[in-house]
């Protein structure tokens, strides 16, 4: 019964209203341009163009004296200078439902699973909400637990918290995401993949997400080869399937791959709709829209839930001063640095203690947690500034006792920051390993 009005209600929206109609006047590229309709839509609005290859669904990205600019949420292969340009009067929202638990959807709520249609909620969501009042938030919550190791022990996660995760190509994101979908202490698991490769999509809900991770999941991909306002809303539609469970009460995990690949689809977007370029290329709009986006997730008002999010950054030649690398930093609340040196040597996750940080500390630590987690850290720092004349042979030991120390505990607490994609340890756990580590080093807390 659900299913048929939900098949009805949808039915019913499709119906358009009296139509208004324009015409295409020229193509360049992505970009078409549509003459007769500049008082009718206006930046963000949709239209169906009618070529013919059939219809194509269509965004306005932008407005000037020759006319309205158009980019497709597909191709416009058979479209010809002449073709009429409808007025789409659906709104840019989806209606979730508790029954997406478990699916794969697109950029625009279509299943990909190939279970069957998705039934729709009662309410609808538009794509682009906006961020909830900031004096109605509540604060972030206590530690969340993710049970992979290195995370609840250096780089803890709270309710409510924003953490980026940067990294260059094939040093393990994927994974570490994957690893918290199926860890991770949440009633709700959103994962947003934008602009996947196609190939890897299926590695990642079979082997890396698994029928665990997928059990409690909504998945929403977009693939690379997918023009970039399907990429763009992935990662919008993402979020507000999270809102929608975050709005319910429950706890979400929003896990966002990755939002390089967002802001390279607004590049394109803003590019094709005359914006000029700034810093390597992206245009004003791309440093607009990180900060709408990321200020969505995060605690909740009321007797809302909260939105704890990660969002991977892909960093051009592991440079963390690359401009997008650079301003998500300065939006969220912490950074894990995943190194390829660290990677290269076969621990995983690949996290570099020393360059990643949590806001929350020290706060959501107990204080003896966070003893363990200072004496750690000071030795690792201590390790890593004399570990070239120490493989080089250049140290003598007894020279200094603090650095004795450190070597003796750069070897086990590496061990214990190891972690197999399958494997899980609970954070009372994890501290008791990092003190008995501690203490066969001699190094008091």
Known sequence: MHTAFS???????????ASITGQVTSALGLVLTVSG?????????????????????????????????????????????????????SAAEIRPDDAWIGRVLDAIGRPLDGKGRLPEGAEPRTIRAAPPPAFQRRRVGPRLATRLKVMDAFTPLCRGQRMGVFAGSGVGKSTMMAMLARNAQADVIVVGLVGERGREVQDFLQDDLGEEGLARAVVVVSTGDEPP????????????????????????????????????????????????PTSKGYPPTTFAELPRMMERAGPGSGEAGDITALYTVLMDGDDMEDPIADAVRGILD????????????????????????????????????????????????????????????????????????????????????????????????????????????????
Request: hydrophobic letters at 40%.
């Open 334 to 445: 912490g950074h894990i640095v995943l190194d390829r040196k660290i990677a290269e040597q076969g621990r995983f996750p690949a996290v570099n203690l020393l360059r990643s940080i949590s806001r929350m500390l020290p706060d959501c630590h107990s204080e003896e947690e966070y003893a363990l987690f200072k004496t750690a850290r000071r030795a690792a720092a201590r390790y890593a500034d004399m570990e070239e004349l120490i493989r080089i042979g250049a140290y003598r030991q007894g020279s200094d006792a603090e650095v004795d120390s450190a070597i003796r505990l750069a070897e086990p607490l590496d061990a214990l920051l190891s972690q197999g994609k399958r494997e899980a340890m609970e954070p009372g756990e994890t501290f008791e390993q990092l003190r008995q580590c501690l203490a066969g080093a001699g190094l008091a807390t």
């Open 37 to 89: 309709l500049e008082r009718a839509m206006g930046i963000g609005s949709h239209c169906v163009v009618q070529g013919s290859g059939g219809p194509v669904l269509a965004e306005v990205v932008g407005v000037d004296a020759q006319g309205t600019r158009l980019l497709p949420f597909g191709s416009w292969d058979g479209v010809r200078a002449g073709d009429p340009v409808a007025v789409s009067h």
């Open 7 to 17: 098949e009805l209600s949808s039915l019913t929206r499709t119906i358009e209203r």
């Open 229 to 276: 306002l399907m990429r763009r809303q992935a990662a919008w539609t993402a979020t507000a399937v999270a809102e929608h469970f975050r709005d319910q009460g429950k706890q979400v995990l929003l896990l966002l791959d990755s939002v390089t690949r967002f802001a390279m689809a607004q590049r394109e977007i803003g590019l094709a709709g005359g914006e000029p």
